[in-house]
């Protein structure tokens, strides 16, 4: 066998490196607070319902220019927070995610619990063929939970199935992240503690914030707390 | 200047859905800057539950303390019952804590206060809402004691101060009984691993 041949074999014998691959780009919304549960509160969340896509859109044009031709794009929305702020503001709040999302180019996909977000980055596309080789999150956090339902069924506090607690991340499949993938959690607190968790389940580093983040201006949040930063 | 027309094209191109076109076009708009911080009122001391003063939580991130009452237009009668009254009753006692979420103490009519469980209430608006809904912040109904009809959730609810999963009770109706004081009690802590340096400090704590 000719040297030509060896070669040819052992590239067809061996996994394509993920650059020659299409892959997959998420990014995830949490759903917003009731205005019923915080309107009186000092610490009142989510005055806007929007604040957790409207983000996303911004970062989105940001890194626009460096997602790869042929990635996917999908955008994981949490369905029941909307559908629950849309019956307190009387209009189809859902129908404007889309709308505000449309431009982006991303398939939209709503979840309704946390199984149903862990089912797809597991199994949402055929995982041997497309990686995950972005994830970012968008919503409430603290440093140990993504929080997709604060305040909103219950006043103050989630709803066990509409959160990522850190001791849910191990059902989440380390293989299907793309090798040297990009991950990010715009929730406050995340690099205190949940980035470390994710990265020992998943193998995916995972930029977070020391401190709290603000999504009130309307932009991509940024660090709310003096001398906070985010996590490499 | 030549470019100035592109530039500002360019400049538009890149502000497509901005804070301040938001504000126009749908409700509940982003403040183009974030308000400004409201200025708490102490709170009166819980009676019953006090997490907090042995493990002081000093982020307000998760703070269920609400602003000041307005004085109300014209005095609104406070229903002392409302609901669904069918089936089993429970008695609860409303305990307000800043940095705990939750509504208070809740157990069977003849268990001992120390059986009751702290829950998280599920209430449904416009139909079954907590007791205090009815005054003009919900947390002034601190100290009362109600019978209270509905059940327990089969889920639980996480608590983001003190990361932490707390019962849930769904409410269907309730009845007030008066406010009476019920003995020390404290809410339940952290439970993820063992003490460590956060969840000595709880969730969220981070100066």
């Known amino acids: 066998m000719s040297l030509r041949m060896i070669l040819l074999v052992a590239l067809l014998a061996c996994p394509g490196p993920s650059l020659l691959r299409a892959n997959e780009q998420i990014f995830i919304s ?7 549960f915080e309107r009186n509160k000092v610490s009142s969340h989510d005055k806007f319902w929007g604040n957790f896509i409207h983000a996303g859109v911004l970062r989105y044009k940001e890194i626009a220019p460096t997602i790869p031709s042929g990635d996917t794009f999908t955008w994981l929305v949490f369905r029941p927070g909307y559908e629950a702020r849309s019956r307190e503001a009387e209009f189809d709040v859902p129908a404007e995610v889309e709308n505000l999302i449309r431009p ?22 055929d995982r041997d063929k497309v990686k995950i080789s972005r994830l970012e999150y968008f919503g409430h956090s603290n440093k140990r939970n993504w929080m997709f339902d604060y305040s909103n069924r ?3 506090a989630v709803a066990e199935p509409f959160c990522l607690h850190l001791r849910d991340l191990r059902k989440i499949k380390s293989s299907s992240f793309a090798p040297g993938a990009y991950s990010q959690s715009w929730g406050c607190h995340s690099g205190e503690e949940y980035s470390a968790a994710w990265l020992k389940a998943t193998g995916v580093r995972m ?4 401190g709290k983040t603000d999504y009130s201006g309307g932009g991509i949040p940024v660090l709310s707390t003096a001398g906070g930063y985010w996590t490499k | 200047m030549k470019t100035t027309p592109l530039f500002l094209a360019l400049l538009i191109g890149i502000l497509p859905a901005s804070a301040q076109e938001m504000t126009e076009t749908k409700p509940e708009a982003p403040a183009a800057q974030p308000p400004a911080e409201a200025v708490p009122t102490p709170a009166p001391a819980p009676a019953t539950a006090t997490p907090a003063a042995d493990n002081p939580a000093p982020s307000d991130e998760f703070s269920q303390k609400v602003l000041p009452a307005e004085p109300p237009k014209k005095a609104k009668p406070i229903p002392t019952s409302l609901g669904d009254k069918s089936g089993p009753v ?9 940095r705990y979420a939750g509504w208070g103490w809740v157990k069977k009519e003849k268990e001992s206060w120390n059986q009751a469980k702290w829950v998280a ?29 509905g059940d327990f959730a089969d889920y639980k609810a996480y608590e983001p101060n003190y990361d932490v999963f707390i019962d849930v009770f769904r409410i269907r109706g309730w009845e007030a009984v008066g406010r009476e004081e019920i003995p020390k009690l404290s809410p339940p802590r952290g439970s993820t691993g063992g003490p460590s340096r956060f969840s000595e400090r709880g969730a969220n704590m981070r100066r």
Do not use: C
């Open chain 1, 30 to 36: 949490g759903g917003p607070a009731l205005r019923y």
């Open chain 1, 104 to 125: 982006t180019g991303a398939k939209v996909v709503w979840f309704n619990s946390r199984d149903e977000l862990i089912n797809y980055l597991n199994r949402g596309q």
């Open chain 1, 154 to 156: 219950l006043d103050g």
């Open chain 1, 207 to 210: 930029v977070g914030a020391i």
């Open chain 2, 90 to 98: 429970w008695i609860g006692h409303r305990s307000v804590v800043d």
């Open chain 2, 121 to 149: 209430m599920e209430e449904t608006i416009g139909k079954s809402v907590a007791p205090g809904r009815n005054y003009s912040r919900p947390t002034q109904d601190d100290g009362m004691t109600y019978r209270l009809f």
